[in-house]
Nanobody
Framework: QVQLVESGGGLVQPGGSLRLSCTAS????????MNWHRQAPGKERELVAQ???????YYTDSVKGRFTISRDNAKSTVYLQMNSLKPEDTAVYYC???????????WGQGTQVTVSS
């Protein structure tokens, strides 16, 4: 397993930006996929963005063009740059590391993002 620690959440006005960071306790170079999920009050947790070990990315439709996921293997860190934030982006954001065979499925503790005027 790997321990994941998120940071960078906070309160931001609509249209603003935040950058979330997820730092791992070991190298993420070979980890199959690093994901950002979010869970809003009363809603199910959803996958927001994913980046593979090869650098391929996926975004859920609601954040395409606004969010960017990236990884710095040297720092064992994954980032989520969030621009043009909307109130509906308010949620707890979780970092997740998974392996192809399912033997690895680690989660961070989450970081709160609140978009409000």
């Amino acid at each position: 397993q790997v321990q994941l620690v998120e940071s960078g959440g906070g309160l931001v006005q609509p249209g603003g930006s935040l950058r979330l960071s997820c730092t791992a306790s070991r190298s993420i170079f070979s980890i199959y996929a690093m994901n950002w999920h979010r869970q809003a009050p009363g809603k199910e947790r959803e996958l927001v963005a994913q980046i593979s070990s090869g650098g391929r990315t996926y975004y859920t439709d609601s954040v395409k063009g606004r969010f960017t996921i990236s990884r710095d293997n040297a720092k064992s860190t994954v980032y989520l740059q969030m621009n043009s934030l909307k109130p509906e982006d308010t949620a707890v954001y979780y970092c997740n590391a998974v392996s192809l065979d399912g033997s690895l499925n680690s989660w961070g503790q989450g970081t709160q993002v609140t978009v409000s005027s």
